[in-house]
């Protein structure tokens, strides 16, 4: 047998910088279509998404909603920008069992061994994720009207309310990739996601006025992130002042993105 | 004569403590099959990683066709298909959408994704389940969809680990039959395995590794030569019997003849010839044999005649259970 030298690649196959955003672009592409599949093919993933919400805005409109007073608004128009931050919320838990479920079955070790872009993995998860929103708020907007939401401000801002809830839910979505690139199965990125989620989205300003919490609590309640977005979309939809709400809000999306991203894309390189 | 895939003494430790490969060497020429034979746990699947560039390995050099893995991954990336142990197909999508997926990924473009996806559809006998989601196959079937998805890109270097296991008779015989056409058309295969059978079946060369060590390297020939080519296996009443019967049979062995509970086992090149004699040994040292049976040997009797030991499993298994306990607890 002869000794086969050390060879180079020919410059040629080496992609330009323009090339290559290209093929990052197309392979997120493919591999966000391969989620969303998914997402169509699971009925739990089904129900988990687009069933789960509506539930939420008839208990709370009807069981709960009685029980609530809200000076100056009715409960409907206080719950639905609740309800579509509480959605985003847990939604983004697919985004971690999904993950966690792609490095178990051994298919994010096939592409890592295929000649594609390494960031597309979860480039291409996080966007099926905000097409799925996309579709998610559709519909618990077509809900919410049908229970008496009512839109106070106009059309514009109400674009605007989902655009900041996107911004929210996409840096989330990131967060959560972690949770599920950390995780040994699709169970525990499961169980690993609820801690999180419980009191972030139910000790908010989501369902009940903060007025009516303990002391020691409004504190937490009035500064966390899933509040401020809560709020936000609330002065978009109800009216009132919006200028410092829409400015917290946007901030702490993009601050979660830009810290979270980092940490799940260096965990995905990482990984063994 | 050249080579595509070349390994230079490579070594892997896991967590700082765990030994996975300790200087591994070997070559794959061009258009061959090679066998990595061992047991779970040897060190076979890590080497596959390491050459995929799943892995970076913490010493030594690995080239596939002429290009260095660590320092070129992603051209490397563009010359191997790998099908690995555990079937990694998208339960939700169907076959042809699976191979699309990869073939896209691959950067075929759309058009010659959908030829090839149908080609290796035909090819695997999966055209009738093709819009089938992959929770509709069998066992079988997905593992020919997994080796089917290396194939996307036509790859000139396969990557086949343990593509058998878990497989029934007559899907690991189908299986088998494919990879052997696909040596057919010049493709280098690096298959590892449990199987000395597969291996046997597949494989122009086999390298024997265990613990992170290759202990034999050759053609099936010679190592089943290297080790006797036939086991007899003499069961008697009691175990002082079977140690009797070792005794007197052992110059006929082309190894120590090893004794299990009441059972003598003899490795032999010409087994038909032996076994006669055997018997007649046996016949005249007054020892009866109450069964009586002639087969090839197993990847556990190469362990046997290489190593002295037998493999993991199996030496576990006849273990008492307390030590087997203490054993785990240390690792």
Partial sequence: ?272 | MTEAIRVEHISKTFNGEIRALDDVSFAVEAGTVFGLLGPNGSGKTTIVRILTTILQPDSGSTHLLGFDVMSYPEHVRTLFGLAGQYAAVDENLTGRENLMMVGRLSHLGRRRSAARTGELLEQFQLTDARDRTLKTYSGGMRRRLDVAAALVARPKVLFLDEPTTGLDPQSRNALWEVIEELVGGGTTVLLTTQYLEEADRLAQQIAVIDRGHVIAEGTPRELKSAMGATVLDFGVNDHETAVQAANVLAPLSTHEPHVVANNVELTVDNGARVAIDALRILDEAKIVPSTFTIREPSLDDVFLALTGRQTETVSEALEPSTQKRKRRRQR
């Fill in chain 1, 1 to 272: 047998m002869t000794v086969a030298a050390s060879l180079v690649p020919p410059h040629a196959l080496r992609a330009s910088p323009f090339r290559r955003l290209g093929l990052l672009l197309a392979d997120t592409g493919v591999i966000m279509w391969r989620n969303l599949l998914g997402y169509v093919r699971i009925p739990e993933a089904a129900f988990f998404s687009s069933v789960q919400p509506v539930m939420f805005v008839l208990l709370f409109r009807y069981v709960f909603g009685g029980a609530i007073r809200i000076p100056g608004v009715s409960y409907v128009n206080y719950l639905i920008p609740g309800i579509f931050v509480q959605t985003v919320a847990f939604g983004a838990i697919g985004t971690s069992i999904g993950l966690a479920q792609d490095l178990h079955t051994g298919l994010i070790e096939r592409f890592r061994a295929l000649p594609m872009s390494r960031s597309a993995v979860l480039a291409g998860r996080t966007l099926a994720d905000l097409v799925r929103n996309v579709v998610v708020m559709g519909i618990i907007t077509g809900v919410g009207f049908a229970v008496g939401f009512r839109l106070h401000t106009n059309v514009l801002a109400f674009i605007a309310a989902l655009g900041i809830l996107l911004l929210f839910a996409y840096a989330l979505s990131w967060g959560f990739a972690l949770i599920g690139l950390s995780a040994p199965n699709a169970e525990t990125a499961q169980v690993m996601s609820f801690p999180v989620l419980f009191p972030m989205t139910f000790a908010s300003t989501a369902f009940v006025p903060v007025n009516t919490m303990p002391g020691w609590l409004q504190g937490f309640v009035r500064n966390q992130p899933v509040s401020l977005v809560v709020n936000c979309t609330r002065a978009l939809l109800n009216g009132g002042p919006t200028a410092t709400y829409v400015e917290k809000a946007i901030i702490w999306s993009v601050g979660l993105f830009l810290v979270l991203s980092p940490l799940a894309v260096r965990k995905y390189r990482r990984m063994r």
